[in-house]
């Protein structure tokens, strides 16, 4: 499984942004995949996760409804839609996938793509 992260940048506050993950590998598209983030001296946190099969998705609670996750129709690339950017959102965000539960509180997850950085400035 391989996961390219791409669409992140330099945004305005109050700004949008779309991120793709482009993921390869058969079996992914039955996982689970979402994104998580790290700022500078920060734990990585997810921030939103959706199931390839029921097209279920979970939110972390400072997501506030203004990010939206979603997948293309041939699943092999997973989307996420921000809002209302906030200066607190900068950070590096990474594409992950894996095959459990399907929860943005998880960090367990196997696969990882190498990161799109996004700032808000």
């Known amino acids: 499984v391989q996961l390219v992260e791409s669409g992140g940048g330099l945004v305005q506050p109050g700004g949008s942004l779309r991120l793709s993950c482009a993921a390869s590998?058969?079996?992914?598209?039955?996982?689970?995949m979402g994104w998580f983030r790290q700022a500078p001296g920060k734990e990585r946190e997810g921030v939103a996760v959706i199931s390839r099969n029921s097209n279920t998705a979970d939110y972390a609670p400072f997501v506030h409804g203004r990010f939206d996750i979603f997948q293309d129709n041939t699943k092999t690339t997973v989307y996420l839609e921000k809002n209302d950017l906030k200066a607190s959102d900068t950070a590096m965000y990474y594409c992950?996938?894996?095959?459990?539960?399907?929860?943005?509180?998880?960090?367990?997850?196997?696969?990882w793509g190498q990161g799109t950085q996004v700032t808000v400035s």
């Open positions: 590998g058969d079996s992914v598209k039955n996982y689970c």
């Open positions: 992950a996938a894996d095959s459990g539960f399907c929860l943005a509180a998880r960090r367990d997850y196997k696969y």
